[in-house]
C-alpha cells in the first residue's frame, strides 16, 4: 500500500501544530478533525496504514475522525500517542 507523501515542512508543521492546539482549546475543531489533518499532512499516511500502526481497526480510526460518540478512550489514547499527544483534561472558561 502506498504512503502519501507528507504536504509540508517541518517549519509548517510546527506552525500548524501550534494553529491546531489554539484551534482545539477553542473549539474551532474537533479532535477527529485534528488527528485527520496530522495524519494526511504530517505523516503522510492512509487511514489503514495508520491504524495499523496504532493497532485499532480502519473503522475505529475513521470513528474517531468523524468524532463519533461511541469510541473508547483507549482506542482514543492510541490513536494520539503516535502524534505526540495524550488525553488531558482542561478547566472550561465561561465565555
Do not use: F
Given at each position: 500500500?502506498?504512503?502519501?507523501?507528507?504536504?509540508?515542512?517541518?517549519?509548517?508543521?510546527?506552525?500548524?501544530?501550534?494553529?491546531?492546539?489554539?484551534?482545539l482549546a477553542a473549539g474551532e475543531?474537533?479532535?477527529?478533525?485534528?488527528?485527520?489533518?496530522?495524519?494526511?499532512?504530517?505523516?503522510?499516511?492512509?487511514?489503514?496504514?495508520?491504524?495499523?500502526?496504532?493497532?485499532?481497526?480502519?473503522n475505529t480510526l475513521g470513528a474517531?475522525?468523524?468524532?463519533?460518540?461511541?469510541?473508547?478512550?483507549?482506542?482514543?489514547?492510541?490513536?494520539?500517542?503516535?502524534?505526540?499527544?495524550?488525553?488531558?483534561?482542561?478547566?472550561?472558561?465561561?465565555?
Amino acid at each position: 500500500m502506498p504512503t502519501m507523501k507528507p504536504r509540508i515542512s517541518a517549519e509548517e508543521r510546527q506552525h500548524r501544530e501550534e494553529e491546531l492546539q489554539r484551534q482545539l482549546a477553542a473549539g474551532e475543531v474537533t479532535i477527529g478533525e485534528a488527528v485527520r489533518e496530522m495524519r494526511q499532512r504530517w505523516l503522510g499516511l492512509k487511514q489503514a496504514q495508520y491504524a495499523r500502526l496504532c493497532r485499532v481497526s480502519k473503522n475505529t480510526l475513521g470513528a474517531i475522525e468523524r468524532d463519533e460518540l461511541n469510541v473508547s478512550v483507549t482506542s482514543l489514547q492510541a490513536v494520539i500517542r503516535p502524534l505526540g499527544y495524550r488525553l488531558t483534561l482542561a478547566p472550561v472558561r465561561p465565555a
